[in-house]
């Protein structure tokens, strides 16, 4: 039996590491063939994608498809800080908030997880304020209506009052060379850090739009957000009949000033992997994390993570908009019918690719509560 068992496993071995690449290999090439070879509906979109793309007020090709009303996006830094990841994490932010309003997403909340995000809060709030009035949009606004107070912890300080909108802005004119100071008012919630919330308004003004509103959770929202709520149940003795999943999910969107749970959760790394790093760019990126983000809310949520671009495929987009430009039509089509490559930014700024592959996938999606 004993010789049994040693030939078993001096054979298990190898046998593993076999199993092993062959999941590398095929993972290659289902990469490669997802990176040239897109679905004849992609194709079809990417051929009207081009012609449209000397339109300024164009959308992603699932404009037809109702677009999340709150979208989370997670913004993972590296283990090490590296020079240039704030500019990254600002530059990712200001793409999210003009793509939202590109897409009429009605709600994001933004984490990192690590209190990088309330580190460039300051200058991120000045530089989005200067980007939207060069945009010609309104500056930034609290919300018309605060949220609702915490309905059982006492002990969290009331939230600010918003300053009432300005005359120009309830005629809807455009404000854009001239900010108002009410852009630096804000709803706060202190959870061991603040919850900024924030709305921001298209071109056409709250007149005609809801606007965009903006959460950025510190990461106190993680742990401290349960713990609060759990010790406002004990301080007042609240009976247990009293507690239950709808009263729960009432107190956590007060706190971090939900108006509805997310239905989409886009993950993106601040930190690429460098390009001598070839061994690595070639295995499949790790499943997706929540990193901290406050789960309570993530009930029915597509969860999204744009897969790594294979290296120096990037190369082939020369020829492949050469072909697409050719004067031939089979020349032509046999260029939409090819994916152009992804190089993602190296310094790690959210890409324009990964905010459609996630709008893809949502327009895929079909979210209901079980019965």
């Known amino acids: 039996m004993s010789i049994l068992n040693h030939i078993i496993r001096t054979l298990s071995f190898p046998i593993f590491i076999l199993l092993h690449l062959l999941f590398i290999l095929s993972s290659l090439f289902l990469r490669t063939y997802q990176t040239f070879f897109p679905s004849s509906s992609e194709s079809q979109n990417s051929i009207l994608e081009d012609e449209l793309e000397t339109t300024r007020n164009r959308t992603i090709h699932t404009r037809h498809i109702k677009p999340p009303k709150h979208l989370a996006l997670i913004f993972v830094p590296s283990k090490k800080r590296k020079n240039g990841e704030k500019q990254a994490l600002i530059q990712s932010i200001l793409n999210a908030v003009e793509w939202s309003l590109q897409d009429d997403i009605q709600e994001i909340s933004i984490w990192d997880g690590q209190g990088l995000i309330q580190s460039v809060l300051p200058n991120l709030m000045k530089t989005l304020s200067n980007s939207m009035s060069r945009n010609n949009t309104l ?4 919300p018309s209506t605060p949220p609702n107070e915490p309905t059982q912890d006492n002990n969290i300080p009331e939230l600010e009052e918003p300053s009432s909108p300005s005359p120009q802005r309830k005629q809807g004119k455009d404000l854009c060379d001239n900010v108002d100071n009410s852009s630096s008012t804000s709803t706060s919630l202190s959870l061991g850090n603040e ?20 959460h950025f959770l510190p990461p106190s929202c993680s742990d401290e957000l349960i713990s609060n709520i759990t010790k406002s ?3 007042k003795n609240r009976h247990l009949d009293m507690i239950d999943v709808k009263s729960i999910d009432k107190d956590i969107k007060d706190q971090l000033h939900f108006t509805s749970d997310p239905e989409l959760l886009l993950i993106h790394h601040l930190q690429q992997p460098k390009s001598n790093s070839l061994f690595k760019s070639l295995l499949p990126r790790s499943p997706p994390e929540l990193w901290g983000y406050p789960f309570w809310t ?4 597509e969860i999204y993570q744009y897969p790594s671009p294979l290296p120096l495929l990037h190369h082939l987009n020369p020829l492949i908009s050469t072909l697409r430009s050719s004067t031939l039509p089979f020349l032509r089509k046999l260029g939409y019918s090819i994916n152009l490559p992804i190089k993602l930014d190296w310094q790690g700024v959210l890409d ?8 893809r996938a949502w327009s895929k999606v079909e979210q209901r509560l079980g019965k």
């Open 139 to 142: 500056p930034l606004s609290p």
């Open 195 to 214: 919850v900024r919330s924030i709305i921001v308004y298209p071109k056409s003004g709250p007149s005609s739009s809801k606007g965009l509103k903006i």
């Open 233 to 235: 149940y004990i301080d």
């Open 298 to 301: 993530l009930r029915i949520t």
């Open 352 to 359: 324009k690719e990964e905010w459609k592959g996630s709008m």
